[in-house]
């Protein structure tokens, strides 16, 4: 009986010296919006743990200038279902749907920022089946991308490239 | 809502990023965005390989067509089946003069060993590289339990192979002495490697077993078996192939396979042997 109470009030007092184990951590968005979150999920963000692990857990507000206030509430959504281990397939098409090319982009960014992991090998793939099947055209654009080949480089790359095409896309042309 | 709309902004991603999203791209549109630009292009060539399907060897048409697609990619030119020379436990052997990949010269026969599993690739320049595709004809020797690396035996003629060994780098020739009636008869162009020996039929009945590692005394070096008379038949074309590390000889005439009787014979010679 002793022990046991000895043991609580060992654990409270750790809880006491320890604020960061307790208190949230607020995320300053790059249009100064504060949102306020759980350790754990700053524990995601690997940039931001390790902001917080350099100074010992005594600052708890960090600013994110290159994160703003309209895309941080989805990283952290994606955040905390990823801690409650709910990542699953719907959430990720739920998720996915409500975003358009330019938010998936930013989000991309953020995620490379944040360094977290899971959420831009997810992006990446949203990315990449955003691209899949449109035309290079298509693919510039999205891209933001000059096109620095000649017309003749162009031409001729398309020609050489063409056969990786048959067959594969059945859509496509009718070949034989 | 006023957004910045960031321009441009895949362009200035770290290459690691853009390789996150070229990696989950198939083949076919890899292909495709490598026409987008020349640094796309040049960041698919030389980093990103497509993705393969996890099982292999392909159970379908289709992921044939993929993976020769992309053999190709990495070669830099295109290859049919046809221009698959031999396949050794996993890996590919290729021989053409128009790949692209770096320090290539243009215009020179290369041999390239393809490991899809991997997505390796490496080039080889034939010997006294080559202008003319003569004498391609060559044989991998590999086996992962052995060594990790490959050797490429390349026959110049019925007296003399050329070696490659992907651990030294370089070529040598060694001379092989067969009687002069093998060495007159037409040999099977097809091979298999198993536990340091390279085997190919001769026309005129035998098995040739050939060591990869050169041997002191030279009539060790190759050695002639016999294939039993009663399993030749004529107008039959021959094959030899591997299974369950025994050698398998099949003779196929018109349509119909006549697997082979010998199989047990051949064997038992390569237990003695080995």
Redesign the interface.
């Known amino acids: 009986m002793a022990e046991e109470v000895s043991s609580q009030m060992n654990s409270l007092s750790i809880s006491e010296t320890n604020p960061s184990s307790s208190a949230t951590i607020s995320l300053v968005s790059g249009d100064d919006i504060v949102f306020k979150v759980e350790p754990t999920i700053a524990k995601e963000m690997e940039t931001v743990q390790s902001f917080i692990d350099e100074t010992d857990g005594k600052i708890t507000t960090i600013p994110l200038p290159n994160i703003?206030s309209?895309d941080l509430p989805y990283v952290i959504e994606y955040c905390e279902k990823s801690i409650a281990g709910k990542i699953t397939k719907e959430f990720e098409a739920e998720f996915v749907k409500k975003l358009n090319n330019?938010e998936v982009?930013?989000l991309?960014?953020a995620a490379?920022y944040l360094n977290i992991k899971k959420l831009?090998?997810f992006l990446?793939?949203v990315?990449?089946?955003r691209?899949?099947?449109k035309s290079?055209e298509y693919?510039?654009r999205y891209?933001?991308?000059?096109?620095?080949?000649t017309p003749e480089e162009?031409a001729k790359?398309?020609e050489e490239?063409a056969?990786?095409?048959t067959?594969?896309?059945p859509d496509d042309e009718d070949e034989n | 809502m006023g957004r910045r709309k960031p321009k441009s902004l895949f362009n200035n991603l770290p290459r690691v990023l853009q390789t996150e999203i070229f990696d989950k791209l198939c083949v076919k549109e890899q292909s495709n965005v490598m026409c987008v630009s020349h640094s796309w292009r040049n960041l698919i060539l030389t980093t990103t390989l497509p993705l393969m399907d996890a099982h292999f060897p392909p159970d379908s048409y289709l992921n044939l067509e993929q993976l020769f697609n992309w053999c190709s990619l990495v070669i830099g030119c295109r290859v049919m089946p046809k221009h698959l020379i031999d396949m050794c436990n996993g890996l590919f052997l290729f021989c053409c003069k128009d790949g692209r990949a770096d320090n290539i010269v243009p215009g020179v026969y290369h041999y390239f060993v393809l490991n899809p599993v991997t997505k390796q690739c490496v080039a080889v320049l034939k010997p006294v590289g080559q202008k003319s595709g003569g004498y391609s004809y060559a044989a991998l020797a590999y086996d992962h339990e052995e060594s990790w690396f490959f050797k490429i035996i390349r026959f110049q003629g019925h007296r003399h192979i050329n070696i490659f060994s992907s651990k030294t780098g370089i070529w040598t020739t060694l001379t092989i002495c067969f009687p002069e009636y093998i060495n007159e008869s037409y040999w099977v162009k097809k091979c298999v490697y198993l536990k340091g020996s390279i085997y190919r039929l001769s026309y005129s009945g035998h098995l040739l077993r050939i060591k990869v590692d050169p041997q002191e005394n030279v009539s060790k070096q190759a050695e002639v078996i016999k294939l039993h008379p009663d399993c030749l038949f004529d107008d039959s074309q021959w094959k030899i192939s591997l299974k369950d590390n025994k050698i398998l000889l099949v003779l196929s005439r018109e349509s119909k396979t006549i697997s082979s009787t010998i199989r047990s014979k051949v064997n038992i010679k390569k237990d003695e042997d080995i």
């Open positions: 703003s309209h330019e982009k930013e991309f960014l490379n831009l090998d990446s793939q990315i990449a089946d691209i899949a099947n290079v693919v510039r891209f933001g991308i000059e096109n620095d080949f162009e790359l398309r490239l056969w990786t095409f067959g594969v896309d």
